[in-house]
């Protein structure tokens, strides 16, 4: 089978953003009463907006979480981010073979906020492949695990949601795109979280990028695929 899009995911699949966004995460909630391991916040909130946990969050630290709070998480996650954020290996083939194979379909799709999306694309020097095409669950009216930011990149690219493949990597992420309809390819480089993702509907799983590169390049492309940038 064929796909008339790719939507990808970014956090987790393009840029391994995760592992220092949760750790400023779990130190500002240590700060504010709630103390837990990096694996702990990384298992409760990858995937997810922090807002949306907005009760537990409030229940565990017994403070509201305010609008300073945000902003100055944002701060902090921003410059750990600007400092030390490198591409996850293989995400350029991968989407470089995604855009050959859709003839320059391709979306990023985050749950993300729209600014943390553009310059993380833009310091793993993948941007030019999203140039207008980057969607943000921040501008939905719901966030993963609901499948809003995949159906409205799939609507601007006029793409058909099950005629689109999303690729994802945590069980939030592929429950939001199978929701829209699609079918989802799943970058799981620890194979015990394959079970979780399979349970939510991954219907491959891939150890490393480089093998989604593979995988899309021994599909047949849109008859219009062009190698080239539009």
């Not at 921003?78 to 050959?100: F, K, S, T």
């Amino acid at each position: 089978m064929s796909f008339d899009a790719v939507l990808f995911d970014c956090d987790g699949v393009l840029v391994d953003s995760e592992p220092i966004t949760q750790g400023v995460l779990r130190d500002m909630l240590e700060e504010a009463g709630w103390a837990m391991t990096q694996e702990e916040c990384m298992r409760l909130f990858v995937g997810k907006m922090v807002r949306q946990e907005r009760a537990l969050i409030e229940s565990r630290t017994g403070q509201p979480l305010t609008d300073d709070w945000m902003a100055a998480f944002y701060q902090r996650r921003n410059q750990r981010l600007q400092a030390e954020l490198q591409a996850i290996e293989g995400a350029l083939a991968a989407v470089a073979a995604a855009h050959a194979h859709a003839g320059g379909r391709i979306a990023c799709a985050s749950g993300a906020d729209r600014h943390k999306v553009e310059f993380q694309l833009d310091m793993a020097g993948l941007r030019p492949y999203f140039e207008n095409r980057v969607f943000s669950g921040h501008d939905m009216p719901r966030g993963k695990p609901a499948p809003d930011v995949y159906l409205a990149a799939a609507a601007h690219l006029s793409a058909a949601p099950a005629r689109c493949l999303v690729i994802e990597d945590t069980p939030t992420g592929v429950t939001a795109g199978v929701a829209a309809g699609a079918e989802v390819w799943a970058y799981c480089p620890l194979p015990e979280a394959g079970a979780r993702l399979r349970a939510a509907g991954a219907a491959r799983l891939f150890g490393h990028m480089d093998e989604v590169a593979l995988a899309l390049g021994s599909l047949p492309g849109r008859p219009s695929a062009r190698a080239g940038l539009r």
